[in-house]
Nanobody, 118 residues
Framework: QVQLVESGGGLVQAGGSLRLSCAAS????????MAWYRQSPGKQRELVAT?????????ADSVKDRFFISRERESAKNTVYLQMNSLKPEDTAVYYC??????????WGQGTQVTVSS
């Protein structure tokens, strides 16, 4: 069974940076897209950034030019990162990584809390 393990969340002051990581405990077969979502209390989960198997990246308007998604394949494990710069209080949320394969199966991480203080 595939498990996605996230790390890197925490408390940071506005203007600071954090780097989130998400590694698969066992590499999902034929990984396609890798993405980060976030959910704030009382709000729906929203897509933050996604990166395709070919490296194409897309971002939510609210994080463009501040957040940067990347991925690497090392030892057959797929890892996705989210570099978050110039953080704002409104970026406070639980961040989830999401991975899918070419057959449409998908997996979610357990979530990591990011809190930005003003």
């Amino acid at each position: 069974q595939v498990q996605l393990v996230e790390s890197g969340g925490g408390l940071v002051q506005a203007g600071g940076s954090l780097r989130l990581s998400c590694a698969a405990s066992r590499s999902p077969f034929r990984v396609n897209n890798m993405a980060w979502y976030r959910q704030s209390p009382g709000k729906q989960r929203e897509l933050v950034a996604t990166i395709s198997s070919g490296g194409r990246k897309e971002y939510a308007d609210s994080v463009k030019d501040r957040f940067f998604i990347s991925r690497e394949r090392e030892s057959a494990k797929n890892t996705v990162y989210l570099q978050m710069n110039s953080l704002k209080p409104e970026d406070t949320a639980v961040y989830y990584c999401n991975v899918d394969n070419i057959w449409g199966d998908e997996w979610w991480g357990q979530g990591t809390q990011v809190t930005v203080s003003s």
